[in-house]
């Protein structure tokens, strides 16, 4: 008869085994819960607009129609009471049913939206890359675009900047060794970090220009810039203005190098 083999844990081995198991639950009771609370707004949203008359009468009990109304506009005869301003009860239905439709759409975002900006899994000293959500968006995520805090452009934008703050002075090594273009990238890193609101001038030679000129506040901040490389190297890169997404950091520096020669012969 064959015995049994009971394999023996160490203590550490179990520590790290239940630690995951608790984590994975956590996370899984998370996002259930999440889902659970999605639908309860949407459910809820869609009560309160498919109710917004009923809900009117409620706060017409409650808080008597003279609050809600206004004293001039309520008459009250021995068949009930009655309202001579049908634009002002129009107004708080409408007001109503837009609180329930901004419920539904929270939940509806907490329901089904799409895990949040996530950059590809890469190094810190990498290149910074569009994340694939950005590229392929759902109506939810566009409704929210420059929404703070929740928009996917505001979430994709503090990830570009997580990523930059765990960059440090040895991404230079990255870099030729030019004099003239290492002066060059230093004065226009530290512009685009003051423009564009970047942690610090890390600057990897392949990131993209279309990255590194992009602000979530709009296109102002790309105006900016490239006057003030107009006024400092007496160099116009206007031409260049709609090729950002087809340049790195380290083309766009030989770009302004090569026109500042140019204007001096």
């Given at each position: 008869m064959r015995g049994s083999h009971k394999q023996n844990l160490s203590p550490q081995s179990t520590n790290r085994y239940f630690a995951f198991q608790t984590l994975f639950y956590g996370a899984n009771m998370f996002l259930f819960r999440r889902k659970l609370f999605g639908g309860i707004l949407m459910a809820a949203g869609l009560a309160i607009v498919l109710y917004c008359g009923w809900i009117?009468?409620?706060l017409i009990c409650l808080f008597r129609p003279e609050k809600i109304m206004g004293k001039e506009?309520?008459?009250?005869?021995?068949?009930?009471?009655?309202y001579t301003n049908p634009v002002k009860m129009q107004l708080w239905c409408a007001a109503i049913a837009?609180?329930?439709?901004?419920?539904?759409?929270?939940?509806?975002?907490?329901?089904?939206?799409?895990?949040?900006?996530?950059?590809?899994?890469?190094?810190?000293?990498?290149?910074?890359?569009?994340?694939?959500?950005w590229k392929k968006t759902s109506?939810?995520?566009?409704?929210?675009?420059?929404?703070?805090?929740?928009?996917?452009?505001?979430?994709?934008?503090?990830?570009?900047?997580?990523?930059?703050?765990?960059?440090?002075?040895?991404?230079?090594?990255?870099?030729?060794?030019?004099?003239?273009?290492?002066?060059?990238?230093?004065?226009?890193?530290?512009?685009?970090?003051?423009?564009?609101d970047w942690p610090n001038t890390w600057f990897h030679p392949d990131?993209?220009?279309?990255?590194?000129?992009?602000?979530?506040?709009?296109?102002?901040?790309?105006?900016?810039?490239?006057?003030?490389?107009?006024?400092?190297?007496?160099?116009?890169?206007?031409?260049?203005?709609?090729?950002?997404?087809?340049?790195?950091f380290l083309q766009l520096i030989e770009q302004i190098r090569a026109a500042m020669q140019d204007h001096e012969t």
């Open positions: 009117f009468e409620y506009f309520v008459i009250y005869t021995p068949e009930g009471c009655f837009s609180l329930g439709i901004a419920v539904y759409v929270t939940g509806h975002f907490m329901l089904v939206r799409r895990p949040g900006a996530k950059l590809p899994e890469e190094k810190v000293f990498t290149a910074l890359a569009w994340p694939d959500n109506t939810v995520q566009n409704f929210f675009i420059g929404t703070p805090f929740v928009g996917l452009d505001r979430r994709i934008f503090r990830a570009f900047k997580q990523k930059l703050g765990h960059r440090n002075e040895r991404i230079h090594n990255l870099w030729p060794e030019d004099l003239e273009i290492c002066s060059i990238r230093d004065e226009v890193s530290t512009m685009l970090a003051k423009i564009f990131d993209p220009c279309d990255i590194l000129f992009w602000s979530p506040r709009g296109d102002l901040e790309i105006v900016e810039m490239f006057l003030w490389i107009k006024d400092k190297y007496g160099v116009s890169l206007d031409h260049i203005v709609n090729r950002l997404d087809e340049m790195s």
